[in-house]
């Protein structure tokens, strides 16, 4: 199970840290990603970061603005967004994949809203 957090209204140009926790043991085995589904829109990669943390991808529209890390003593994985822009106003999901693919994960997260004001 996965739960997000750390969602919120901010102005362009700030900043705010997702979090995504997940239970069980075996956290150290999936990839971890994020994506967002903006009003009107299908759900969009963000970032994902390999199980060991050593490789990380990222959409071109947040490249040089969020980093992904993870934690996996604390069976956490981040999202520091800095920044932002209106257009990154989405509600934001995290997902593990182990078995799966990035279009269709293992588990999704239930997702928390970022609104980004002008």
């Known amino acids: 199970q996965l739960q997000a957090s750390g969602g919120g209204l901010v102005q362009a140009g700030g900043s705010l840290r997702l979090s995504c926790a997940a239970s069980?043991?075996?956290?150290?085995?999936?990839?971890m990603g994020w994506f967002r589904q903006a009003p009107g829109k299908g759900r969009t990669f963000v970032s994902d970061?390999?199980?060991?943390?050593?490789?990380?991808y990222y959409a071109d529209s947040v490249k040089g603005r969020f980093t992904i890390s993870r934690d996996n003593a604390e069976n956490t994985v981040y999202l520091q967004m800095r920044d932002l822009k209106p257009e990154d106003t989405a509600v934001y999901y995290c997902?593990?994949?182990?078995?799966?693919?990035?279009?269709?994960?293992?588990?999704w997260g239930q997702g928390t809203q970022v609104t980004v004001s002008s």
């Open positions: 970061i390999t199980r060991t943390g050593g490789i990380t």
């Open positions: 069980g043991r075996a956290f150290s085995s999936y990839d």
């Open positions: 997902a593990a994949v182990r078995v799966g693919t990035w279009t269709n994960p293992d588990y």
